[in-house]
């Protein structure tokens, strides 16, 4: 929904140093870059709609594929990586049949791949509603009623984006062609991109997202468990004990981390046992400096792993973290193992 490239935490210059090209792009956002919509459907070729900013990004690689010869790179040994969001266009992308030989190695920093950010095009999934409904749904809020693509193409662009700020619906949507199944079932099946694969999760990815759970008690906490898993609820609720008020906000930050990131982190690293290249595993620890009770929350990670570190994370400890970490990195993207002699 928002962001760009240029963000001063993405300055890629440190990884540049490391005899890497660092190639960063820009794809469309919000409702521009997923907005499915039964008449944006009727309107394509291939009947489907969504999708765009990952199209976006398909073709930023094709440009890659194309041109980053003239700037002394390999089009034949690419990585693409990305954090959150991005982690979720990494596990769509290895998934996509269209991006297949565009890219040689994939690393999903905290990966965000839920139950409700893949929607299916036309028909609703259990917890989801189909994307072109997601696209009715908000074109209804924005247009006073009026759902059709015609009203929507008479409102400004800078209206639109007013109207939305950050809270559109994204999905990936599931359209039989650039997705042809949810990612979860392709790495299921082990039909994913054959490349290697890095895939992590920070300590605490969900302590800056508790307050999307609307409970404060352990009673409140238990009810929500039993509306949502049912006659599973009994499970969930044992691996979150809370003794007290107090322990509320450690159950939902770890209930958090472990179905927005965990899981998708994990379906991504068991699919891989079934093709032939190698997956490896990070884990990210370090608390947060500035903000210590989120402890190592989500995209902690991202400013040690570019070399961007900024005061009072410039210890020796943040220092020789982040070194390692670029080690880790670039040596990935370089051969496909992460591995590098003198570093754990």
Same mark, same amino acid.
């Given at each position: 929904n928002s962001g760009w490239g240029h963000q001063a935490m993405y300055d890629g210059s440190a990884l540049a140093r490391r005899e890497v090209v660092y190639v960063s792009i820009n794809y469309r956002l919000g409702p521009w870059g997923f907005l499915a919509h039964p008449e944006l459907s009727a309107e394509s070729e291939r009947g489907v709609s969504g999708n765009y900013g990952l199209l976006d990004q398909i073709a930023a690689l094709k440009w890659v594929q194309k041109n980053i010869s003239q700037f002394g790179g390999d089009p034949g040994n690419v990585t693409i990586f990305g954090e959150s969001a991005g982690g979720t266009s990494v596990n769509a992308l290895l998934a996509s049949p269209l991006a297949k030989g565009l890219f040689h190695r994939a690393i999903a920093q905290s990966p965000w791949v839920t139950v409700t950010n893949f929607a299916n095009l036309e028909e609703a999934r259990p917890r989801v509603a189909s994307a072109e409904q997601l696209g009715l749904d908000w074109a209804e809020q924005v247009t006073d009623g009026d759902t059709s693509i015609k009203a929507l193409r008479t409102i400004l662009g800078e209206e639109l984006l007013n109207a939305t700020g950050n809270n559109y619906p994204v999905a990936v949507t599931v359209d039989g062609w650039l997705m +042809? =199944?949810?990612s979860a079932e392709t790495f299921s099946r082990g039909e994913q991109n054959n490349v290697p694969v890095m895939v992590g999760t920070n300590t605490d990815e969900g302590s800056m997202f508790v307050s999307f759970l609307p409970f404060n008690t352990p009673e409140g906490f238990a009810a929500a468990m039993d509306t949502y898993f049912g006659a599973g609820a009994g499970k969930v609720k044992a691996l979150y004990p809370i003794a007290d008020k107090k322990g509320v906000f450690a159950a939902k930050?770890?209930?958090? %981390? =472990?179905t927005w990131f965990v899981a998708g982190a994990r379906n991504m690293l068991e699919g891989m046992d079934k093709v032939s290249s190698p997956a490896?595993?990070?884990h990210f620890t370090r608390k947060s400096v500035r903000m210590p009770?989120?402890?190592?929350a989500h995209g902690a990670e991202i400013v040690y792993a570019f070399g961007n570190l900024t005061? +009072?994370? %410039?210890t020796e400890i943040d220092r020789a973290l982040s070194d390692a970490m670029i080690q880790y990195w670039v040596q990935f993207a370089k051969t496909g193992n992460p591995n590098v002699e003198g570093l754990t």
């Open positions: +042809p =199944d949810n930050s770890q209930f958090l %981390t =472990d490896y595993q990070y009770r989120l402890g190592a005061p +009072p994370q %410039t």
